[in-house]
């Protein structure tokens, strides 16, 4: 069964202080790594998709790097309003659906 | 480009009744996916269609149904609401050219609350 987890559930930030957040996945036949943000009442914003370990993508403050096992979300000086939640999706070719994570909840104080 | 739209907005509906949702995907996008999401479960993959046939489907009962049209506007359907069907349910729609560009793009939702 195709599984993603994210860690931490939930993350603190003073604003400037960078940090990553963690998408482990278990997938069958990965055919793509999507990370997304969501404002508390709206749908998520796609933000990258990733298809082969070793592949890395930025805009502004974040870049998102792959393995064959994890992806990372890197955060770098962030600022009160990159306050969101994080979500991590595996596309299976094999099951040919989105598996999401139960995402990071993150808030940076100013 | 406009980007996904979902009708309505917001819902209230008691147990017992049915409900339709209507999405419509960013223009010449042909796969339009549903999604659940609640607090407790996350977001979960209800369907997907493309061409106007259901291309695969989640773990959901079968009150939980869907089409789409030519025109690659889908609707789902709720039949026989239950307390637990309260959640924000979202449609995402995606390209889908020869070659499989997955990217899914995501709608605003519709929140619904079964009383």
């Known amino acids: 069964e195709d599984q993603v987890t994210q860690s931490p559930e939930a993350l603190r930030l003073q604003e400037g202080e960078s940090s990553s957040l963690n998408c482990s996945y278990t997938v069958s036949g990965l055919r793509g790594l999507f990370w997304y943000r969501q404002d508390p009442g709206k749908g998520p914003e796609f933000l990258f998709t990733l298809y082969s370990a070793g592949e890395e993508k930025e805009k502004e403050r974040l870049k998102a790097t792959l393995t064959k096992k994890e992806s990372f979300l890197h955060i770098t000086a962030p600022k009160p309003e990159d306050s969101a939640t994080y979500l991590c999706a595996a596309y299976s070719g094999s099951a040919r659906q989105l598996t999401f994570g139960s995402g990071t909840q993150l808030t940076v104080l100013p | 480009k406009a980007g996904v739209t979902q009708t309505p907005r917001y819902l209230i509906k008691t147990r017992g009744q049915q409900v339709t949702l209507s999405c419509s995907p960013i223009s010449g996008h042909r796969s339009v996916s549903w999604y659940q999401q609640t607090p407790g479960q996350g977001l979960q993959f209800l369907f997907e269609?493309?061409?106007?046939?259901?291309?695969n489907k989640g773990n959901f009962p079968g009150r939980f149904s869907g089409r789409q049209f030519s025109n690659s506007r889908s609707e789902m359907n709720v039949s026989t609401l239950e307390l637990g069907d309260s959640a924000l349910y979202l449609c995402a729609s995606s390209p889908r050219l020869a070659g499989g560009e997955e990217t899914q793009y995501f709608g605003p939702g519709t929140r619904l609350l079964v009383l």
């Open positions: 269609y493309f061409s106007e046939t259901q291309r």
